[in-house]
């Protein structure tokens, strides 16, 4: 494998785990739940909601580094025309 496909799997990699994110956080956002302590334990779902936020924003990050390392490193096309 080179680099490229090597970048590109990771890339394919963050986009399936910023989907099952975004379905996780979509989830919590349907179904609210009140925040509640339990053995001392206090569950705050309006924090695991800006915790999912900040991996959605941080995944996006990733992807966009990714494609622009990518897309450096990618050879150039150039299209030419051949008149006869």
Do not use: C, F, H
Not at 27 to 45: L, M, Q
Not at 69 to 79: E, F, H, R, V, W
Request: aromatic share 6%; glycine share 2%; net charge negative.
């Amino acid at each position: 494998m080179t680099l490229v496909q090597d970048l590109q799997t990771i890339q394919n990699n963050l986009i399936a785990s910023l989907g099952d994110v975004i379905d996780l956080y979509n989830s919590v956002v349907a179904d609210p739940k009140p925040n509640y302590t339990i053995d001392g334990r206090s569950i705050s779902w309006s924090d695991y909601r800006k915790s999912l936020m900040d991996d959605i924003a941080s995944l996006n990050e990733q992807i966009a580094e990714l494609t622009k390392q990518i897309s450096a490193l990618s050879p150039y096309i150039i299209s030419t025309k051949m008149v006869v």
